[in-house]
């Protein structure tokens, strides 16, 4: 079957960086897209991978191994406004959207 | 700029009812889909339609059918709601498979069938 792995929850303080990971295995891999969705919100795109390494945006970076079935998602300089559910998403060979459940980031002053 | 719109915003109905949920996009995308999003779950594709006139089964169709007369409008009927339909249900749009094909998400409609 088809999975995408990400931790549940994580915390972290304003100002520091973290760190969300994402694994799958999925039938296929056409790319692997990072959203941030805000409590009772719209999901938002932020990133899209789909050859091996670094994708840099602003205090956004998103990694990708795609011999690994692994992908990280790094935020800088963290903001309050960047509490957040992370969702993490790969295009299977159907070019459909696999997506994980999410990670809820809690920022702390 | 709209985007996305979906109506209603939220919906409480009763066990046994149909409901039509809404969706329009002004962004001339070919590809549209409808989510549901349950907690602890990731989103969940219900159907798709990759251009007007089509339309897919996604993961978890039954219960639910769709219909993509135009590009603008991709509406989601329940025909005899359940409670295991209550839900966010969020619609979607995108260029098509190609490229980034970034998807752009509506609002969303939560509905809570009793």
């Known amino acids: 079957g088809q999975n995408i792995d990400q931790p549940t929850e994580m915390t972290a303080t304003e100002g520091a960086i973290v760190q969300i990971n994402c694994t799958y295995q999925?039938?296929?891999?056409?790319?692997l897209f990072w959203y941030q969705q805000h409590a009772g919100e719209a999901p938002t795109f932020l990133s899209y991978n789909v050859l091996d390494g670094l994708e840099e945006k602003g205090r956004f970076s998103s990694f990708l191994s795609r011999s690994k079935g692994y992908s990280y998602l790094l935020l800088k300089e963290l903001q309050m406004k960047d509490s957040a559910s992370y969702l993490c998403a790969v295009r299977d060979s159907n070019y459909q959207l696999i997506w994980g459940a999410g990670t809820k980031l809690i920022i702390k002053p | 700029t709209a985007g996305i719109t979906q109506a209603p915003t939220s919906q409480i109905l009763a066990a046994g009812r149909s409901m039509t949920l809404r969706c329009t996009q002004d962004m001339r995308h070919n590809a549209m889909y409808w989510y549901r999003q349950d907690l602890g779950l990731g989103l969940r594709l219900i159907h798709y339609s990759n251009t007007a006139g089509t339309t897919g089964k996604g993961e978890v169709p039954d219960g639910y059918s769709v219909s993509r007369a135009n590009t603008d409008d991709f509406p989601l009927t329940l025909a005899s709601a359940v409670p295991s339909q209550t839900s966010v249900y969020f619609c979607?749009?995108?260029?098509?498979?190609?490229?980034?094909?970034?998807?752009?998400f509506g609002p969303g409609t939560r509905l809570t069938v009793l």
């Open positions: 979607a749009s995108s260029d098509g498979p190609e490229s980034t094909d970034t998807q752009y």
């Open positions: 999925t039938s296929g891999f056409n790319g």
